[in-house]
């Protein structure tokens, strides 16, 4: 085991797009464990642009980071010692931890990951640790779609939107996906069965979205807030539901956003809008992750991860969310499990 301990910490707030000196990279002293407490070394670094509202002072559902602070995100590792009896060195855990190599761990933040199968633990982690559930309880519990209504999902080549479409798909709905390139368009429409895409960045999406849902939209999965919000209000169908899972198109904005111009279709056709936190469901995490294996296993939910080496990297893979350059859930290797 080295003797170094490489730690991203927050150095300052970030305002606007994010820049290399938010964040710094320093080695330091491996942690000591004390009882009840058991060591860490990171397998996988999960990328998500909750780690961007993290990062931030605003109002937000958990505190945001502190500044000098090691930066927080959800982590799978390997426990390297214990001091803790529901523990053993070699268990793989996933939770919430910290950019570092090596982190203590928390037994009300981390859970043994268990036994993948066949299925590669950095598959699993992708999949089940967070982005599966949150497709899962959003779209069933939130949208609850039912069949032949239509469903649009922004951010739909994403981890999460790639498998809210294909629930959708199982469910028995017409899927919309909204991408910002041909190669994802094509993506989910040829390999994932999405009956539309519309790519954001060459099309109109307003007049797009008009001829993709001749019967408007029942449910429509919000991943990125902001004008494609807007075009979908138009269309909502009357007690339509919007799950809101993510307002990215937001997060690197240095001024307020302006709310919806067409939020009173809100009012007209009695939508109802719900934001959620996935942590919120945790101790269901268990029936979506039977049921989403299930479907993985029947070849009816297809995953794409897009992983990328090194911790040192971290920082500049992040970015990728914010500019749509990442192709599937976004992580980082440091060593496999």
């Given at each position: 085991m080295s003797d170094v301990n490489r730690v991203w910490r927050l150095?300052?707030?970030?305002?606007?797009?994010?820049?290399?000196?938010?964040?710094?990279?320093?080695?330091?002293?491996?942690?000591?464990?004390?009882?009840?407490?058991?060591?860490?070394?990171?397998?996988?670094?999960?990328?998500d642009p909750t780690n961007r509202i993290?990062?931030?002072?605003?109002?937000?559902?958990?505190?945001?980071?502190?500044?000098?602070?090691p930066m927080r995100g959800l982590i799978c590792g390997t426990v390297k010692s214990?001091?803790?009896?529901?523990?053993?060195?070699?268990?793989?855990?996933?939770?919430?931890?910290?950019?570092?190599?090596?982190?203590?761990?928390?037994?009300?933040?981390?859970?043994?990951?268990?036994?993948t199968g066949p299925m590669p633990v950095v598959d699993a982690f992708a999949t089940f640790a967070l982005v599966g559930p949150t497709a899962y309880f959003g779209l069933?519990?939130?949208?609850?779609?039912?069949?032949?209504?239509?469903?649009?999902?922004?951010?739909?080549?994403?981890?999460?939107?790639?498998?809210?479409?294909?629930i959708a798909k199982i469910k028995g709905c017409h899927v919309v996906g909204i991408a910002g390139s041909e190669e994802k368009c094509d993506w989910i429409t040829?390999?994932?069965?999405?009956?539309?895409?519309?790519?954001y960045k060459t099309?109109?999406?307003?007049?797009?979205?008009?001829?993709?849902?001749?019967?408007?939209?029942d449910v429509y999965f919000d991943n990125v807030g902001g004008s494609i919000l807007d075009a979908?209000?138009?269309?909502?169908?009357?007690?339509?539901?919007?799950?809101?899972?993510?307002?990215?198109?937001?997060?690197?904005?240095?001024?307020?956003?302006?709310?919806?111009?067409?939020y009173g279709?809100?009012?007209?056709?009695?939508?109802?809008?719900?934001?959620?936190?996935?942590t919120d469901y945790a101790p269901r995490f268990p029936e979506a992750i039977a049921e989403l294996g299930k479907w993985m296993g029947e070849g009816k939910i297809k995953v794409r991860q897009d992983v990328h080496d090194g911790l040192e990297n971290a920082l500049e893979h992040l970015k990728m969310l914010f500019t749509g350059a990442n192709k599937g859930k976004l992580i980082v290797r440091v060593e496999d499990a």
């Open positions: 150095r300052k707030r970030p305002v606007g797009d994010l820049t290399d000196d938010v964040l710094s990279f320093e080695k330091e002293a491996i942690p000591t464990i004390e009882d009840g407490q058991f060591l860490v070394r990171l397998n996988y670094l999960s990328l993290w990062m931030s002072d605003q109002d937000q559902y958990m505190p945001p980071v502190e500044l000098n602070a214990s001091k803790n009896s529901d523990f053993s060195e070699g268990d793989i855990v996933s939770g919430l931890g910290v950019w570092a190599d090596y982190q203590v761990g928390n037994p009300q933040m981390m859970n043994k990951l268990g036994d069933l519990d939130i949208g609850q779609p039912q069949e032949k209504e239509t469903v649009v999902v922004s951010g739909a080549a994403g981890a999460v939107g790639s498998i809210v479409g294909q040829k390999d994932l069965g999405f009956d539309v895409a519309i790519n099309e109109n999406v307003a007049e797009s979205l008009a001829k993709a849902c001749p019967n408007g939209i979908c209000l138009k269309l909502m169908n009357i007690k339509g539901r919007i799950p809101t899972c993510g307002l990215i198109s937001g997060y690197n904005e240095s001024e307020p956003v302006p709310g919806p111009y067409n279709m809100m009012l007209m056709q009695r939508v109802r809008i719900e934001g959620f936190i996935v």
